[in-house]
Structures are given as structure tokens and as C-alpha cells.
Nanobody
Framework: QVQLVESGGGLVQAGGSLRLSCTTS????????IGWFRQAPGKEREIVAA????????YYADSVKGRFTISRDNAKNTVYLQMNSLKPEDTAVYYC??????????????????????WGQGSQVTISS
């Protein structure tokens, strides 16, 4: 069983920044591709960003391109989501999710939520206007 824990959410004003962290107890974290998703009230859960297990490839939703950066530190079993220039429409619960990619290419990531095996409990991000 893989446990993922998100942290770093909170309340900030529009234009501000937050950094979310996703840590795991998994011994093979370095082989996980990680996705960040978000879900606003009344809306579907959507992909925000994803990173391959090697860190060589990343994906960003159009709505966050140029403002958010996903990165990972495999030595710390942690993936980060740096969020800058935050907007009220970024308000949501943010989730990280993992998929074990042992034996597979280090350049692959997934954008569909059904592709991921484990999920964190979520971290609330609220942006005030």
C-alpha cells in the first residue's frame, strides 16, 4: 500500500504563490510517475500537472502553463507543485496521485485520473480576489 500525503495548501490573495508537496512512504518512489489534480466544488477532478519518474518529462494543463511548475526530489520522496500568479479560479482541493512505473520508460507520464493507482487525501487551496 502506498500512502501519499499532500501539504502546503492554504489561503492566499490573488497574485500570490504557494508550494504544494506530495510525500510518500513508498520504497520505490523514484519509479512512480506523479500527477497533480484538482477538484473545485461541483466540478470534475482535472489534471493540473504530471511528471515522469525520471523527471525528464512534464505536462501542464493549459490553464496553469507558465504559472505552475512541477518538480521532484527522489532522494526526499517528494514531488512539488510551485504555484505562482494564483487566480481565484485556482481555488480547489489539490490531490497528488501515483503510478508505479517499475520496468517502464522514465519519460512517460499520464494525464487521465483513471491511470493512477494511489491518491492522497487532498490539500485545500483558496485564492481570494
Amino acid at each position: 500500500q502506498v500512502q501519499l500525503v499532500e501539504s502546503g495548501g492554504g489561503l492566499v490573495q490573488a497574485g500570490g504563490s504557494l508550494r504544494l508537496s506530495c510525500t510518500t512512504s513508498g520504497r520505490t518512489f523514484s519509479m512512480y510517475t506523479i500527477g497533480w489534480f484538482r477538484q473545485a466544488p461541483g466540478k470534475e477532478r482535472e489534471i493540473v500537472a504530471a511528471i515522469s519518474w525520471s523527471g525528464s518529462n512534464t505536462y501542464y494543463a493549459d490553464s496553469v502553463k507558465g504559472r505552475f511548475t512541477i518538480s521532484r526530489d527522489n532522494a526526499k520522496n517528494t514531488v512539488y507543485l510551485q504555484m505562482n500568479s494564483l487566480k481565484p479560479e485556482d481555488t480547489a482541493v489539490y490531490y497528488c496521485a501515483s503510478k508505479n512505473m517499475a520496468g517502464r520508460s522514465g519519460s512517460v507520464y499520464y494525464t487521465g485520473k483513471d491511470s493512477y493507482d494511489y491518491w492522497g487525501q487532498g490539500s485545500q487551496v483558496t485564492i481570494s480576489s
